[in-house]
């Protein structure tokens, strides 16, 4: 059970290692776009491609879902990203239950968003947990965990995808101890619990007034989802790459400084606590460029304000 690309070493791992997929559950396709054109989630994809049956039900509350689940008798559910919380009945279902692929080192980071959360806080590690699933989000009892270092280069795309890497390995890892009897799941300390939450594409806004390091960390936390912005002579531009810059700066709030060749970023923008350099930038309505393309056109960007 799973829906993004997240969960996709899971499946691609398990059916490398001979293990019987009798059903992959996703989310139902959704239209997006303009066009509004259907779009199947990567997990779907996959399974398409492979030969594998797919199921799509809205929520389990819909009639005869349970029953289709309980009908295919699975020895085991592996869920990743799967994107609902699973009722009781469907909890009781698999003879060796339901475990789940979570990108944190739970009881930390409980919720939607762990990845983002760690990458906002700053923290310098990471990793993946494997639990057995129960009706409270993210509190199961622990099969295994395993660390993860974060670079000062990682964003939530990049991260995500390095943890999805080590969630299938350690599942691989984890499954035929779990089947044997020879893993006693240790129960999450609640004490130390805490919850992160679905962001909106009004988090994405930049707040200038709020120091360089926390801006950086922000702008790599929302991409690529929901990413980050500001405005531009009353235009939106989304700030895609940024870096804090060694300098204080001596700009007002808001006001973008041209900075010397030898910088890797061109301009920055000065904050309440430092600069934040310009890397990679998105004018409204355009394709992503280079900060120092962008100022090659605009000549009265430098010393304007982004708000």
């Given at each position: 059970?799973?829906?993004?690309?997240?969960?996709?070493?899971?499946?691609?791992?398990?059916?490398?290692?001979?293990?019987?997929?009798?059903?992959?559950?996703?989310?139902?396709?959704?239209?997006?776009g303009r066009g509004q054109q259907v779009m199947q989630?990567?997990?779907?994809?996959?399974?398409?491609?492979?030969?594998?049956?797919?199921?799509?039900?809205?929520?389990?509350?819909?009639?005869?879902?349970?029953?289709?689940?309980?009908?295919?008798?699975?020895?085991?559910?592996?869920?990743?990203?799967?994107?609902?919380?699973?009722?009781?009945?469907?909890?009781?279902?698999?003879?060796?239950?339901?475990?789940?692929?979570?990108?944190?080192?739970?009881?930390?980071?409980?919720?939607?968003?762990?990845?983002?959360?760690?990458?906002?806080?700053?923290?310098?590690?990471?990793?993946?947990?494997?639990?057995?699933?129960?009706?409270?989000?993210?509190?199961?009892?622990?099969?295994?965990?395993?660390?993860?270092?974060?670079?000062?280069?990682?964003?939530?795309?990049?991260?995500?995808?390095?943890?999805?890497?080590?969630?299938?390995?350690?599942?691989?890892?984890?499954?035929?101890?779990?089947?044997?009897?020879?893993?006693?799941?240790?129960?999450?300390?609640?004490?130390?619990?805490?919850?992160?939450r679905m962001e909106t594409k009004e988090d994405g806004?930049?707040?200038?007034?709020?120091?360089?390091?926390?801006?950086?960390?922000?702008?790599?936390?929302?991409?690529?989802?929901?990413?980050?912005?500001?405005?531009?002579?009353?235009?939106?531009?989304?700030?895609?790459?940024?870096?804090?810059?060694?300098?204080?700066?001596?700009?007002?709030?808001?006001?973008?400084?041209?900075?010397?060749?030898?910088?890797?970023?061109?301009?920055?923008?000065?904050?309440?606590?430092?600069?934040?350099?310009?890397?990679?930038?998105?004018?409204?309505?355009?394709?992503?460029?280079?900060?120092?393309?962008?100022i090659a056109g605009h000549r009265d960007f430098i010393?304007?304000?982004?708000?």
């Amino acid at each position: 059970m799973g829906s993004p690309p997240f969960a996709l070493p899971a499946l691609q791992s398990l059916m490398s290692n001979k293990y019987d997929i009798s059903m992959v559950y996703t989310q139902p396709d959704k239209r997006t776009g303009r066009g509004q054109q259907v779009m199947q989630c990567a997990v779907k994809q996959f399974a398409i491609e492979s030969g594998l049956s797919v199921m799509q039900p809205e929520t389990f509350k819909e009639h005869g879902a349970v029953e289709k689940l309980s009908a295919i008798q699975p020895d085991l559910i592996v869920v990743a990203a799967y994107g609902q919380i699973l009722p009781d009945a469907v909890l009781r279902i698999p003879k060796y239950k339901c475990i789940n692929i979570h990108p944190s080192l739970l009881p930390k980071y409980r919720g939607p968003s762990p990845i983002a959360a760690a990458i906002l806080d700053g923290d310098a590690q990471t990793g993946v947990t494997i639990m057995l699933t129960e009706k409270k989000v993210d509190s199961g009892p622990i099969l295994g965990q395993r660390y993860m270092e974060i670079t000062g280069e990682d964003d939530t795309e990049s991260l995500s995808d390095k943890l999805a890497g080590l969630g299938a390995r350690l599942l691989i890892d984890t499954l035929p101890d779990w089947v044997a009897g020879r893993i006693q799941p240790l129960a999450q300390d609640e004490s130390l619990a805490s919850y992160t939450r679905m962001e909106t594409k009004e988090d994405g806004r930049l707040d200038f007034n709020l120091p360089a390091v926390q801006l950086w960390r922000k702008i790599k936390a929302y991409h690529p989802w929901p990413g980050c912005y500001a405005h531009w002579n009353k235009t939106r531009l989304k700030i895609i790459k940024a870096m804090p810059v060694d300098d204080g700066g001596k700009g007002q709030i808001g006001q973008i400084i041209a900075l010397s060749r030898m910088q890797a970023a061109r301009a920055a923008v000065q904050t309440g606590d430092g600069l934040l350099g310009l890397v990679t930038i998105q004018p409204e309505g355009k394709r992503e460029m280079a900060a120092a393309d962008f100022i090659a056109g605009h000549r009265d960007f430098i010393g304007s304000f982004l708000t």
